[in-house]
């Protein structure tokens, strides 16, 4: 499995707009959205969602990185976005810092091992510190899309 698997690449946010937690996680969710990955009018809902499984336990992972994730029944396929802030966003992270890259995971409700899978790749990448330091340097949506297909490839894994 690999980032090509389930990421919708039209939904990647190089500099996001949002300042804080919800906000980010909107913003992602509705990029998704305009990417036609969530299913007519489910936008909202998901973004509820997200935010309500973020409330009771962050998924600020630490080092920079936050990884919001939820499963919902809108979706027929794992599908993640991804969005950066140079200034950070506080995540409530494990380590105090701000998050400066977010990639958000949603996952179908009865799929649960294909959730597993990609949330295990995902942070499988995120543990390299080189692919952190690209993430965060990178500054185009195209820059991230070719970090993303190169780490599939295991070039900088």
């Given at each position: 499995m690999g980032f090509a698997d389930f990421f919708c690449f039209e939904a990647i946010i190089p500099e996001l707009k949002a300042t804080d937690r919800n906000g980010a996680i909107a913003e992602l969710v509705s990029a998704l959205d305009?990417?036609?990955?969530?299913?007519?009018?489910?936008?909202?809902?998901i973004t509820k969602a997200m935010i309500k499984r973020e409330k009771e336990a962050s998924t600020g992972m630490g080092k920079g990185i936050a990884v919001p994730h939820v499963k919902h029944q809108a979706v027929k396929d794992?599908?993640?976005a991804i969005g950066c802030s140079s200034a950070g966003i506080d995540f409530s992270a494990l380590d105090k810092q701000p998050v400066y890259s977010v990639i958000l995971l949603i996952s179908p409700t009865d799929n649960p091992d294909k959730h597993l899978q990609t949330m295990e790749h995902v942070f499988k990448c995120l543990q390299k510190e080189k692919f952190r330091k690209f993430l965060r340097?990178?500054?185009?949506?195209?820059?991230?899309e070719?970090?993303?297909?190169e780490s599939d490839d295991y070039l900088l894994l």
């Open positions: 305009k990417a036609g990955r969530l299913g007519k009018g489910n936008c909202q809902g794992v599908t993640a340097q990178s500054q185009t949506a195209e820059q991230i070719g970090l993303l297909r």
